[in-house]
């Protein structure tokens, strides 16, 4: 650090334009007071001007000279002129907080605006960028949002900025199920029990509303209860699948017969049977008895 006398010099094109002198005194053990003199030795015209900063040295450290910085000096009276903002977003719409989103901000007419564009997510910042340069994030939650990019201002150009509502996948929220156990195996005339949960995702509060479809055949499904509304925690129902065992109807010759065709037909056939037998029908017999076994059929159907 210089010490007392050193002095800094801010020089312009070559010419002293500040003078920075620098006392030090001391107040009590191990503390310093800083003392800065500077004298105005001219004025900087409006425009582009290289400034350079050199120490003049002391008894410690040697001479040294800063880099050479552009600055655009204008006149506090200048006028700036304003600036409109476009912001592009990629994709419109994100259809999860998984996917990525990419901003990339422009000023219009101005292809390289010397400032840097502040990108925001509902007011929170993203990140700060200049304008060749195109900013990505993933989104937090699911929703509606604003994303804002402003363009913070130069010397000739005013700060501006835009906005646009961005959706986050539903942004009613949503809600995932998980079913326990994942499968089972069953016999006809089994049934077999689940446990179905419905997690709420991003704060949803919606009723829903179980149902089944694809059964296979002779199968039902039942949910007890039929609709859950969950509420900040996992909502559950158990699902109930019953599968109907064969009937053996199809080995009984008469067990699918309705009681009046049943009746019907034996009594055609014990009819039929006592005429043949007892002779009233003579020597038609046998032809009579074909004749009535077929009425005693067709009773039956």
Avoid at 275 to 290: C, D, E, Q, W
Wanted: glycine share 8%.
């Amino acid at each position: 650090m210089p010490k007392n006398g050193a002095a800094l010099w801010i020089r312009w094109k070559k010419r002293l334009f500040w003078n920075l002198e620098r006392s030090e005194r001391s107040l009590s053990p191990g503390t310093k007071s800083l003392e800065v003199r500077s004298r105005d030795t001219g004025s900087i015209p409006p425009g582009l001007h290289n400034l350079q900063v050199t120490f003049g040295g002391d008894g410690n450290i040697p001479p040294a000279t800063s880099t050479t910085v552009v600055e655009d000096v204008r006149a506090f009276t200048a006028v700036r002129n304003p600036g409109t903002v476009h912001l592009t977003v990629t994709p419109p719409s994100a259809s999860s907080t998984s996917q990525s989103v990419t901003l990339a901000a422009t000023l219009a007419g101005v292809p390289n605006p010397q400032a840097n564009f502040i990108y925001r997510f509902n007011g929170a910042f993203i990140a700060s960028a200049p304008a060749a340069q195109s900013v990505s994030f993933l989104p937090p939650t699911q929703g509606t949002y604003t994303i804002s990019a402003e363009y913070v201002g130069d010397a000739e150009i005013l700060p501006s900025t835009t906005s646009q509502s961005f959706i986050v996948g539903n942004p009613g929220g949503d809600f995932g199920l998980v079913a326990s156990p994942l499968s089972a195996t069953i016999k006809a005339g089994q049934s077999a029990t689940f446990t179905i949960s419905v997690v709420p995702m991003n704060g949803v509060v919606s009723t829903v509303t179980f149902a089944c479809s694809g059964l296979p055949a002779a199968s039902i499904c039942t949910f007890s209860p039929a609709s859950v509304t969950p509420s900040g925690a996992a909502a559950n129902a158990t699902l109930t699948i019953s599968t109907t065992a064969p009937t053996s109807a199809a080995a009984v010759p008469f067990a699918g017969l309705r009681p009046w065709t049943f009746v019907s037909w034996s009594l055609a056939t014990v009819f039929g049977f006592c005429m043949v037998r007892t002779g009233i029908l003579g020597k038609n017999a046998r032809r009579y008895s074909v004749v009535f076994g077929s009425i005693a059929l067709l009773s039956a159907l």
